[in-house]
């Protein structure tokens, strides 16, 4: 065979591929994903990690095994236990105390519940071609947004917090709203779409701030009849979301006779995170000795406290030493701040392994937000406002790592996008189509 044969042979190879691929519909490339994710995360060290059982856990893992067990959300603290609690928010808890009745608190309860986070993570992941999709980008920057987490691997699959549940609930709830609002349904199916929210919202509270915008930016192109029905649909979801929560705060102010926003505590978390002592991270703060002094799970003075004040009389006498500790010391919290949001952008992952691949990734989605607001403005605007947003209330708390998880996929696909762009960019104009398929068939797959 001479070496023009060969080639137009190589071509042919490279032909069938790309044709093979693009011809997958968005579906069987999800599939794909999660399948992956689940065999690779299954079997890295960021992946394999189960609690011994569910009684070392943390505070949210404490209250769903006492749900379980005595029937009562309440006793949040290794320390001692406190009684009828709000620290948590309650969807993960309840999920917690349903695997903990039916496979026990042991071992078996401790996988199931591992189990379950791998594939809320593997979820997530698939959703990503999907969430391109319907964003209008085509599915290539979700797939490789999703290739790059394999590789990357920026999660960890930690069990004993919510940080994947609330994620996957986050990715699925931007498909469902950005197809939604572009062409509203009847009251009905926003207010299922509302009760979604809500559910959400009950996972983690700060869900609440992105429903008050990507509804908004959904529609931002619809026509003006669309954007009438888009602007009901929003009244509508948000009374749904409202309605979700209402047997929580029932419980609530029943049990402490006051009301407030799903969780009660704001107080501890901000004091604990701004005093004489604090560091930027919890770790940090463990190392030091400011976390034993500050807070009640490992210090028990601190939980008798709470049980002689209770609960919520507790978090505010915090939540007024902090205020009062800012006020005093603003050089000091916007020191604590600043290093808290260059930990939340630029975090450490237990490795540079994965913590200089993200932090590359993190930089080049601002080239792929630009990008999107020159060329898919919707897409922008719901990935930008994702990153404004959601973080703001970490950039007052200690760190951990966990509280970027629900919203690495925001970083990924613009810097995805970026590389996709760069790459068509780069591509010669005018290659031959025996050599490969057109830039259109590379970039836009089958729809689901």
């Not at 969807?91 to 379950?116: E, N, P, Q, S, T």
């Not at 790059?148 to 940080?163: A, G, I, N, T």
């Not at 403005?377 to 947003?389: E, H």
């Amino acid at each position: 065979m001479d070496s023009k044969a060969a080639n137009r042979l190589g071509a042919a190879k490279k032909i069938s591929w790309w044709e093979w691929a693009s011809r997958m519909s968005v579906a069987q490339v999800a599939w794909i994903v999660f399948f992956s994710t689940l065999l690779v995360y299954g079997a890295s060290s960021q992946g394999r990690r189960y609690l011994p059982d569910l009684n070392h856990g943390a505070e949210i893992t404490r209250i769903g095994v006492t749900l379980a067990t005595e029937g009562s959300f309440a006793h949040p603290y290794e320390s001692l236990p406190t009684g009828p609690t709000a620290h948590a928010a309650p969807a993960y808890v309840f999920l917690i105390a349903a695997i903990a009745k039916v496979f026990g608190i042991g071992l078996a309860g401790a996988v199931v519940l591992w189990a379950l986070n791998l594939c809320f993570l593997a979820a997530q992941l698939a959703l990503l071609p999907v969430l391109s999709d319907r964003l209008g980008l085509g599915a290539w920057p979700g797939i490789l947004a999703a290739a790059l987490s394999l590789v990357v691997q920026p999660y960890r699959v930690l069990p004993e917090f919510e940080s994947l549940f609330v994620g996957v609930q986050i990715v699925l709830l931007c498909v469902l709203t950005v197809n939604y609002f572009q062409s509203p349904g009847d009251w009905k199916h926003s207010a299922m779409l509302g009760f979604l929210w809500g559910a959400a919202i009950l996972s983690s509270p700060q869900c609440a701030l992105l429903l008050l915008v990507w509804p908004h930016f959904a529609a931002i192109e619809n026509s003006r009849e669309n954007l009438r029905k888009a602007r009901r649909a929003m009244l509508v979801a948000l009374a749904g979301a409202a309605l979700a929560c209402v047997p929580w705060t029932i419980r609530n102010y029943q049990l402490f006779n006051t009301v407030f926003f799903v969780r009660d505590n704001f107080g501890l978390e901000l004091y604990t995170s701004n005093n004489p002592c604090a560091t930027p991270t919890l770790l940090e703060n463990l190392q030091v000795g400011c976390h034993m002094k500050t807070h009640p799970n490992p210090n028990p003075e601190l939980a008798i406290e709470v049980i002689q004040k209770g609960e919520i009389q507790f978090n505010r006498e915090r939540l007024h030493m902090a205020l009062a500790w800012i006020s005093s010391n603003p050089r000091a919290f916007v020191y604590l701040t600043g290093r808290r949001f260059l930990k939340f952008w630029f975090p450490y992952l237990t490795s540079l392994r994965y913590a200089i691949p993200t932090g590359v990734l993190t930089v080049l989605s601002l080239v792929g937000l630009a990008l999107l607001f020159r060329n898919h403005r919707r897409a922008g605007w719901i990935l930008s406002s994702t990153l404004a947003i959601y973080p703001l209330i970490h950039y007052v708390v200690q760190f951990e790592a966990r509280y970027r998880y629900p919203i690495f996929w925001a970083t990924f696909l613009p810097g995805s996008y970026a590389i996709v762009e760069i790459v068509r960019w780069l591509r010669p104009s005018g290659v031959a189509d025996e050599s490969a398929v057109g830039v259109k068939e590379e970039y836009e797959m089958k729809p689901a």
